[in-house]
C-alpha cells in the first residue's frame, strides 16, 4: 500500500503557522513513508474563498519547500461528483431530504436548551415519505446510526469513543444544493485514495461523521491524526498579538525556511533532546505517532535562535537566495560591491535575521549620508583626525588591498604611535561604515573596496575639521 497524505487548506486567508505545521506533517510522513503529498484546495465557500489566498498559500509552501506530488486539487471543480455521491447516498436510504424551515429548528434548539439536553437535529424528517412541502427547498441530511459507538483509532490521542445517538444528522447539501465541507471532504478523501488524515485537533470532532459517511459509502477509512493546537506564551490561541502567524510574513521578516520548518516540527514532536534538524534527518526520524497530545506552546525567541544558527551555519547556497532576496527588498545595490558571499562570510554571526544583515550590510554597497550620532561624538574627534590622516596616507600606498596587507599597516602605525589597536581601529571602522559595529577592520575595508575607503576616511576628516576649529 502507497501511504497518501494530504493538505486541505480553505482560501479563506493566508497559511498561517498551524496550517504550516500541519501540511510539514503531513508532508514529512509521506516523504518518511516513501508515500505521496497531496494538495487540495478546499474553496467552498464562495463568500470568502479568494484567489489571493490561494495564491498566499500556493507561495508559502513553495517557500517553505514544501513540494506536492499532486495538485492542487480544487473543490470548486468538482461539484458533479458530491452531487452524484449524494444522489448514491439517498438512493440507497443513507440520506434524506429535510423539510423543516429555520424557525422549526430555532424552535427545537430552544425547546432542547429549555429541557436542559444538547442541542441537536431530533430527526423528525428521518422517515419523511410525503410530499415536498410548499415555500420549503429541503437540505439533504445524512441518516447517521442511531445505535452504538464510532471509534476513531487516532494516532496521537489513542482509541477515542463516540456515541452514535450524541451525533446528529448532519447536513450534506444545502437547501441551494451546494455541498457541506464535511461531506466534500470525506468525497474527496475517498476519491484521492488517502490513507493517513493528518490534522489539528479541532477536527477530532467532525471524525466520527466522517466515518460513518464513508462506511455508509462502502470506503476503505483512512487513518487519523489529530495533531495538538498551537498557543501562545500566555495559554491563548496564536494570533497576531503573538508575533506573525502568516508564513510568509515571516518570510518577510528576515526567516530562513528552514529555520521554521525546523522549528515548526519541533512544535509537538521531538527525537530526544536534538533540536536541530537537517531536511534530511528530519524525513528520516519523524513518525507521526511520537507526537504528543499535549498543546505546543510558540516560543518566538526560540524561533529567533534557530534562525540565527541557521544564517550562521547552513550552506551558501541555502542561505544567499533569500538574503539577496532582502537585499533588493530595501535597495540595496548589490552591483555596485564585493560578490555577496564574501558579505556573508563576514557578516553571519552578527545577525539574527536576514533584514539585520541585509541593513548591517548596506554600507559595502551604498555610501552613507550621515553617521551615527553617538558613535561619530565618541570616535570623530580632533584627537582621531591625526591618526585618520597617517592612515590614509599609509593605506592609499598599498598596491595589494586585502586584509593581512591592511591589517599591517594598522598594526604598525598603532606601534609606532603607542596606542592600542583600538584606538585607530574604531576611528576607521566608523569613518567607512557610518557607525561603530562592523567585521574585523581588515576585512571590512577590503569588502568595501580601496577607492571608497578612502574616499569615506577624507570624507570623515572633513566632517572633523568643522568641529576642530570650532573647538
Known amino acids: 500500500m502507497t501511504i497518501r497524505t494530504r493538505f486541505a487548506p480553505s482560501p479563506t486567508g493566508h497559511l498561517h503557522i498551524g496550517g504550516a505545521r500541519t501540511a510539514l506533517f503531513s508532508w514529512a510522513y509521506a516523504r518518511q513513508q516513501g508515500g505521496k503529498f497531496i494538495l487540495r484546495i478546499e474553496d467552498t465557500d464562495r463568500e470568502r474563498s479568494t484567489q489571493a489566498s490561494v495564491d498566499a498559500i500556493l507561495d508559502g509552501l513553495a517557500w517553505l519547500d514544501l513540494d506536492y506530488d499532486e495538485g492542487p486539487y ?6 458533479d461528483r458530491y452531487i452524484e455521491v449524494i444522489q448514491q447516498l439517498l438512493e440507497a436510504g443513507h440520506a434524506y431530504h429535510c423539510h423543516c ?3 422549526e429548528l430555532e424552535a427545537m434548539r430552544a425547546a432542547q436548551l429549555e429541557s436542559r439536553q444538547k442541542p441537536r437535529y431530533d430527526g423528525r424528517c428521518r422517515d419523511y415519505q410525503g410530499p415536498p412541502r410548499a415555500g420549503v427547498q429541503p437540505v439533504v441530511r445524512f441518516k447517521n446510526p442511531l445505535a452504538g459507538e464510532t471509534v476513531v483509532n487516532d494516532l496521537v490521542h489513542g482509541r477515542v469513543t463516540f456515541s452514535n445517538g450524541e451525533l446528529d444528522d448532519l447536513i450534506v447539501a444545502r437547501a441551494d444544493g451546494s455541498p457541506t465541507y464535511n461531506f466534500t471532504v470525506v468525497v474527496d478523501d475517498m476519491d484521492m485514495d488517502i490513507t493517513h488524515v493528518i490534522r489539528g485537533d479541532d477536527h477530532l470532532n467532525n471524525t466520527p461523521r466522517q466515518i460513518n459517511i464513508l462506511r455508509a459509502l462502502g470506503a476503505e477509512l483512512p487513518q487519523y491524526a489529530h495533531v495538538p493546537m498551537i498557543l501562545g506564551s500566555d495559554g491563548k490561541r496564536l494570533s497576531k498579538r503573538h508575533g506573525a502567524v502568516s508564513v510568509l510574513q515571516y518570510r518577510d521578516d528576515g526567516y530562513l525556511p528552514h529555520a521554521l520548518i525546523n522549528y515548526l516540527v519541533r512544535l509537538g514532536w521531538a527525537h530526544g533532546d536534538q533540536e536541530i534538524f537537517s531536511c534530511t534527518e528530519l524525513i528520516e526520524l519523524f513518525d507521526i505517532q511520537q507526537v504528543h497530545r499535549a498543546v505546543a506552546t510558540f516560543n518566538p525567541d ?5 534562525n540565527q544558527h541557521y544564517i550562521k551555519d547552513s550552506a551558501a547556497e541555502m542561505v544567499l537566495p533569500h538574503l539577496r532576496e532582502q537585499m533588493l527588498r530595501f535597495d540595496i545595490p548589490l552591483d555596485n560591491g ?8 563576514v ?3 552578527r545577525a539574527r535575521t536576514l533584514i539585520e544583515l541585509a541593513n548591517n550590510s548596506r554600507f559595502f554597497y551604498a555610501d552613507f549620508q550621515d553617521y551615527d550620532a553617538k558613535a561619530a561624538d565618541k570616535h570623530l574627534t580632533a584627537e582621531a583626525a591625526e591618526v585618520l590622516e597617517a592612515l590614509v596616507a599609509a593605506l592609499a600606498g ?6 593581512p596587507a591592511i591589517h599591517k599597516v594598522i598594526a604598525d602605525l598603532a606601534n609606532e604611535r603607542g596606542l592600542k589597536l583600538g584606538k585607530l581601529a ?8 557610518g557607525g561603530a559595529v562592523s567585521p574585523p577592520i581588515d576585512s571590512t575595508l577590503e569588502l568595501v573596496g580601496k577607492p571608497r575607503a578612502l574616499a569615506r576616511i577624507r570624507g570623515a576628516l572633513d566632517f572633523i575639521r568643522p568641529k576642530s ?3
Open 302 to 306: 526560540k524561533l529567533l535562535w534557530l
Open 398 to 403: 598599498l598596491e595589494a588591498w586585502h586584509a
Open 426 to 433: 574604531q576611528p576607521l571602522r566608523v569613518a567607512v561604515t
Open 469 to 471: 576649529h570650532g573647538a
Open 347 to 349: 557578516q553571519r554571526e
Open 101 to 103: 424551515t429555520r424557525e
Open 74 to 79: 480544487y473543490q470548486s471543480q468538482r461539484g
Open 338 to 345: 564585493p560578490e555577496l558571499k564574501r558579505v556573508w562570510d
